[in-house]
């Protein structure tokens, strides 16, 4: 107890410590980003916060935590975490990759802008973008937690925004697709899948092995039509028997690894583009990218990594082109497991790039840059060919 005439505890301390000035005047814990916010988005970091200052929202973007956030907001692209691995078959710990998305790379404010250097497109300044958190997860009960997904994610497509979904192992494909198939109409969607493994291994009852079928239990519940699903990047072992025939008499276009090393990933790219858009496909694509369709030397932290795929420089081409090329009606991430990552993150690096260069197609198919692999002059050259004493 304080002695009668003694100054008090917290006076002492504040006379005992250095002076540094008196007021609050020009504070800086409200700028122009909150300041009489109206209802909608919500910075939850201030002006001068970027990359790893403050709160670590996804690219920096506004928050939302409702849906009425997301219409006021008027939202064209809602980043969706899935913090879920318990239906993978490899190595757990892609329940991490959201936080790591979050929190590894460059953050873009409306001060510092991140156009992307092939195109010079800012996404951010072309697509109403917010960070939606994250979707409820049942542990242990993956039937109720894929419920859950699918419910979250519908949330975002009935406030008319588009979900960029952060995972989460390969599993939360089916809740996610199922709601887009919901709201744009039962076999009306494709998908594009960028995977080493095709999700389409036979569905056997909601055993461990749900993230390896998931694009074909959607094909089983009628979600999609599996000629309407298109591969990309296929390889390691066939170990299920009657796979390649399933694949192959449900009309399922696969465009395994050994294709890029026989033609080249261009010629894939266009291969799989002219498949999304031609006479009879469906109008819009779902695009779900499998990290490790990367090889592990890009891509190490994942939970199957299969040596043979893609370099990191096709990846961000392929995201960036059929995001231009093609109608998204959404985009996930998938198999990102950060604690097998190397001491410099570059699976997550390259999981954060990949999805910026897809938001960037989208931004720039909004733009109307939808030419066949478009780039802006200045990225090649800076738009010279004759340049003096450069031999390329």
Known sequence: MTEPGAPEWGASMRAARPHLGTGTEDHGAVDHYNQDRPPGPIYVQRAYEYGRSGVQSYMGLPL???????????????????????TGTGRSGARRGPVALRTSGMNSTQEFALPDLHTRVDPFKVLRCADYGDAPTASGNTPETFEDIRKFVTTVLEAGARPLVLGGDHGITWPCLTAVADHLGHGEVGVIHLGAHTAMEPVQGWQMGAARSALRRAVAAGVIRAEHVIQLGARGFDTSAGLRSWLHDNGVRVHPAAAVDQHGIDTVIDRVIAGATA?????????????????????????????????????????RRIGAEVDLAGVELVELSPQYDNSGQITTLLAHRTLHHALTGMAMRRLGLTQRDWLHPDALDHGRTDRPGDPS
């Open 64 to 86: 939302c935590l409702t849906p009425e956030d997301l219409v006021a907001g008027e939202i064209d692209i809602a980043a969706c975490g899935v913090p879920w691995d318990a």
């Open 279 to 319: 006479p009879g496909a469906p109008a819009r694509h779902y695009l779900s990218i499998s990290i490790d369709v990367a090889d592990p030397m890009y891509a190490p932290g994942t939970s199957s990594p299969e040596p043979g795929g893609l370099r990191s420089t096709a990846l961000l081409r392929a995201a």
